[in-house]
Nanobody
Framework: QIQLVESGGGLVQAGGSLRLSCAAS????????MGWFRQAPGKEREFVAA????????YYADSVKGRFTISRDNAKSAMYLQMNSLKPEDTAFYYC????????????????WGQGTQVTVSS
């Protein structure tokens, strides 16, 4: 079983940047695709970005493409989300996820969910 813990959220002005981290423990390894999802108040959880086990393949939601960058460090069992040019509509709880299939991960499947980290972007 894999456990995930997010960190790095906070309050930032529009146009600013934040870097989220996700630490994996338990049954970790480079055989998991990992990704980020977010959920704003009153809205459904939505896909943000995903990265394959090797780090070569990355996928982004259209709303964040060009502004967010996902990366991972398998030696540290960690994944990151660099968020630049933040907008008020990026305000949400951000969750990391992991699944052996990046296709299913992108559709919302995960072997575990972290507790989330709040990102608030002020206008």
């Amino acid at each position: 079983q894999i456990q995930l813990v997010e960190s790095g959220g906070g309050l930032v002005q529009a146009g600013g940047s934040l870097r989220l981290s996700c630490a994996a423990s338990g049954r970790t390894g480079s055989d998991y695709a990992m990704g980020w999802f977010r959920q704003a108040p009153g809205k459904e959880r939505e896909f943000v970005a995903a990265i394959g086990w090797s780090g070569t393949n990355t996928y982004y939601a259209d709303s964040v493409k060009g502004r967010f960058t996902i990366s991972r460090d398998n030696a540290k069992s960690a994944m990151y989300l660099q968020m630049n040019s933040l907008k008020p509509e990026d305000t949400a709880f951000y969750y990391c996820a992991a699944h052996p299939s990046i296709l299913l991960l992108r559709r919302g499947a995960s072997n575990a969910w972290g507790q989330g980290t709040q990102v608030t972007v002020s206008s």
